[in-house]
């Protein structure tokens, strides 16, 4: 599971920057995931994802995050050979704006590496650069806590994701 070495090295930066600690975040979630791709199962899979972010400003926010697109050992075992989106990488910018005391909107801009796996054996895997979209809606459980739901898009390899999740500010 390439996201985890991703997370850890998300974790090691919040840790090495403790002059920003009051401004970092930690967030997860977990959701589904629809590809487009005619060598995959076009199915809902399982997505995860681990984000460590720095709170620039009260409504900005920078992030590094990596997500699993592709939970599932067995895609596209029975479709032609070719490729389909497993794993994203990538950085963020993410806008915010309040509705109400505990309520907010946000947008999410970056730009990531998605890992497009092959089917078989004999392809090897291809990576791809790509644009992420997303937005969603946040509701704060207290000064440090929030949760969160999101849509986001990738762009070249169109995965539509739908995640909750939650954040925590330290």
Do not use: P
């Given at each position: 599971m390439h996201y985890i070495r991703h997370f850890i090295a998300c974790g090691l930066l919040a840790v090495a920057a403790p002059a920003f600690a009051q401004s970092v975040y930690l967030s997860t979630d977990v959701g589904r995931a629809s590809v487009s791709s005619k060598y995959a199962d076009s199915g809902n899979d399982a997505t995860v994802s681990f984000a460590v972010g720095y709170q620039y400003k009260p409504h900005l926010a920078f992030e590094l995050y990596t997500r699993g697109l592709s939970l599932d050992p067995f895609r596209g075992a029975f479709a032609d050979a070719g490729y389909y989106p497993d794993s994203h990488y990538g950085v963020a910018a993410v806008a915010s704006t309040g509705?109400?005391?505990?309520?907010?909107?946000?947008?999410?801009?970056?730009?990531?590496?998605?890992?497009?796996?092959?089917?078989?054996?004999?392809?090897?895997?291809k990576h791809e650069t790509e644009p992420v979209l997303g937005a969603g809606v946040s509701y704060a459980l207290g000064r440090n806590w929030s949760l969160n739901l999101e849509a986001s898009y990738?762009?070249?390899?169109?995965?539509?994701?739908?995640?909750?999740?939650?954040?925590?500010?330290?």
């Open positions: 509705l109400a005391d505990s309520l907010s909107l946000f947008g999410r801009a970056g730009l990531g590496r998605t890992t497009m796996k092959s089917n078989r054996a004999n392809l090897g895997d990738l762009t070249k390899s169109e995965a539509s994701l739908l995640t909750v999740g939650a954040r925590v500010q330290f």
